[in-house]
């Protein structure tokens, strides 16, 4: 009877940490920390509709190499290490053409692996 209790006891832990682990696994600000991601809180409006201001926005660092055209990605902005984020429209031999969905135009210089932080994987826009 003893070791009957045990597993009931052991059983209903492991589930307490699962639904645990599940729910602060879907909060927005604690999700990232739990997979190891990085989070930024958007405050400019170039990549509206896709994600407005004041969505955070998850990200992981994907090789450089894996990235592909549509892919959103955040950047150091070459001159003064601002952090972006914007669409890969084109890939380039001298680097990555990108473009804020609410932009007319590409950004005016391709981002290289030196500028490359990370692939957008979760964005959580404001109600």
Do not use: C
């Amino acid at each position: 009877m003893k070791r009957k209790h045990l597993v009931v006891v052991a059983v209903v832990a492991v589930l307490l940490v699962i639904a645990i682990w599940g729910y602060f696994g879907s909060i927005p600000y604690i999700s990232p920390l739990i997979h190891g991601q990085k989070f930024l809180q958007v405050v400019g409006p170039s990549m509206q509709p896709t994600i407005r201001v004041g969505a955070t926005v998850s990200y992981e660092q994907v090789p450089y190499s894996e990235l592909k055209v549509d892919d959103i990605i955040v950047f150091k902005r070459p001159g003064d290490n601002a952090l972006i984020i914007a669409r890969i429209t084109h890939i380039l031999t001298g680097g990555l053409e990108t473009k804020g969905d609410n932009n007319p135009s590409p950004y005016p210089y391709n981002i290289t692996a030196t500028e490359y932080v990370g692939k957008i994987i979760r964005i959580d826009n404001p109600p």
